[in-house]
């Protein structure tokens, strides 16, 4: 498995975790706000921080499109 893919599923489960959410509704905000291309496209700078800046960087990105 390649680096980004394991790095993928790590956000998911941080962001699961963090937010008291399912796996599913997870997927499913990531995919309608296009989380996972934001995460491959920056995966050289995001897999550098800690775990609680990542979720918050995806939080702001998610905001940004409501």
Request: glycine share 4%.
């Amino acid at each position: 498995m390649n680096e980004v893919v394991k790095f993928k599923a790590f956000c998911i489960e941080r962001y699961k975790y963090l937010h008291d959410m399912k796996g599913q509704d997870v997927l499913r905000l990531f995919k309608e706000y296009g989380v996972m291309d934001y995460i491959s496209s920056f995966y050289d700078v995001l897999h550098s921080f800690g775990d609680r800046y990542i979720i918050s960087e995806i939080d702001e990105f998610i905001a940004a499109r409501q």
